[in-house]
T-cell receptor, first 110, second 112 residues
Framework: AQRVTQPEKLLSVFKGAPVELKCNYSYSGSPELFWYVQYSRQRLQLLLRHISRESIKGFTADLNKGETSFHLKKPFAQEEDSAMYYCALSPNNAGNMLTFGGGTRLMVKP | DVKVTQSSRYLVKRTGEKVFLECVQDMDHENMFWYRQDPGLGLRLIYFSYDVKMKEKGDIPEGYSVSREKKERFSLILESASTNQTSMYLC???????????FGQGTRLTVV
């Protein structure tokens, strides 16, 4: 069975500071990893996925298979980054299940 | 633009009632999901459907059932609502191969 762990429920930083939201996973195969974000009063939406190797809104995430981690990083946090962030995993097979972590609330203070 | 619509934004039901939460998507997605979202627990998968009439249990299926008679509609049923089912319920859909899941706006259910 797959499992996603986000060890921090709340992360508070000042504007302009670097941000790292941690995500660890357990899965016996090669999963697909995602970060989803939910801004206040908005729907949960995809932020980025590891297969795309893209940077969205200044955020990047690198899959580290050795450490089974997929941490989300941004060098300079902005106030509009304040939101709930969820790490998610899908098995790389026909299963299509999408498992989420407990979420981390990011607060960026002015 | 993909749209996933949940029938109610807020619901208040009594203990023991049978409750139906409806979700409709308009992008011909094969996969549909029901999650509940609780503070500190994140999103927990209740049920997942990958085709019409097909379903799989998620992590917390107890006390719930689902129905998928048409591809665009996925219903979550609380057979006998209990206070511990008070929560935010999120529906999502995705194409086969799950590149991206699209979420509804959520239904906040309160069981009194």
């Amino acid at each position: 069975a797959q499992r996603v762990t986000q060890p921090e429920k709340l992360l508070s930083v000042f504007k302009g500071a670097p941000v790292e939201l941690k995500c660890n996973y357990s899965y016996s195969g090669s999963p697909e990893l995602f970060w989803y974000v939910q801004y206040s009063r908005q729907r949960l939406q995809l932020l980025l996925r590891h297969i795309s190797r893209e940077s969205i809104k200044g955020f990047t995430a690198d899959l580290n298979k050795g450490e089974t981690s997929f941490h989300l990083k941004k060098p300079f946090a902005q106030e509009e980054d304040s939101a709930m962030y969820y790490c998610a995993l899908s098995p790389n097979n026909a299963g299509n299940m999408l498992t989420f972590g407990g979420g981390t609330r990011l607060m960026v203070k002015p | 633009d993909v749209k996933v619509t949940q029938s109610s934004r807020y619901l208040v039901k009594r203990t023991g009632e049978k409750v139906f939460l409806e979700c409709v998507q308009d992008m011909d997605h094969e996969n549909m999901f029901w999650y509940r979202q609780d503070p500190g627990l994140g999103l927990r998968l209740i049920y997942f459907s990958y085709d019409v009439k097909m379903k799989e249990k998620g992590d917390i299926p107890e006390g719930y059932s689902v129905s998928r008679e048409k591809k665009e509609r996925f219903s979550l049923i609380l057979e006998s609502a209990s206070t511990n089912q008070t929560s935010m319920y999120l529906c999502a859909s995705s194409l086969q191969g799950i590149i991206e899941a699209f979420f509804g706006q959520g239904t906040r259910l309160t069981v009194v």
